[in-house]
């Protein structure tokens, strides 16, 4: 059974940093796109990044650009998000999704607070 | 990179069809055919129902249809049921690889 378990958000200030971290299981990690997608309140889905499957290629939402980096460790199925210069509008549920195409399994979000 | 275009709310009776549109550029949906659709039940992960245009994953219902014509893809939904009754997102591959996901559509089931 696929399971993504997503974890390290919190509530920090605007300015801020935090590093969010997702655990893969029930898959070869190594083989496959990986993405984070957030859902800010009372909005809709935005991808903010991907990875390829190496991790050699990496993309970014215009939006996240120059402070979001993401990255992973195909040795421990683990997938991470290094937000940086958090703003209030980064407030949102942050999921790990799976896939290259299409995102074909989810995680259960993390949830991100920027808020002085 | 602007989000693609839904209508923000499509209703129908039990047993009718509906329709979603999701209309890009030729930059997301016209030019690639990795357009998919997700259902998202408020509190719970979305769940792939589409994907590469008119593809179901294993275990979705038939009901479930997907098509594309230019910059626009489609999902309809025939026999509409209860349990239908959710918000969906389509998502479309883009030339800046990364997906782009469409504002949401609230199915309401009347």
Redo the contacts between chains.
């Keep these: 059974e696929v399971q993504l378990v997503e974890s390290g958000g919190g509530l920090v200030q605007p300015g801020g940093s935090l590093r969010l971290s997702c655990v893969a299981s029930g898959f070869t990690f190594r083989s496959y796109a990986m993405n984070w997608v957030r859902q800010a309140p009372g909005k809709g889905l935005e991808c903010v990044s991907a990875a390829s499957p190496t991790g050699g290629s990496t993309y970014y939402a215009d939006s996240v650009r120059g402070r979001f980096t993401i990255s992973r460790d195909n040795s421990k199925n683990s997938l991470f998000l290094q937000m940086n210069s958090l703003r209030a509008e980064d407030t949102a549920l942050y999921y790990c999704v799976k896939g290259g195409d299409a995102g074909d399994y989810w995680g259960q979000g993390t949830l991100v607070t920027v808020s002085s | 990179?602007s989000?693609l275009t839904q209508p923000a709310s499509v209703s129908g009776s039990p047993g009718q069809s509906i329709t979603i549109s999701c209309t890009g550029t030729s930059s997301d949906v016209g030019m690639y055919n990795?357009v998919?659709w997700?259902q998202?039940h408020p509190g719970k992960?979305?769940?792939?129902v589409i994907?590469?245009v008119d593809k179901r994953?294993s275990g979705v219902s038939h009901r479930f249809a997907g098509s594309k014509s230019g910059n626009t893809a489609s999902l309809t939904i025939s026999g509409l049921q209860a349990e239908d009754e959710s918000d969906y997102?389509c998502?479309s591959?883009t030339s800046?690889?990364?997906?782009?996901?469409?504002?949401?559509t609230k199915v309401t089931v009347l």
């Design positions: 990179q989000a990795y998919s997700y998202h992960a979305p769940k792939l994907y590469d994953p997102y998502s591959y800046s690889s990364i997906w782009m996901f469409g504002g949401g």
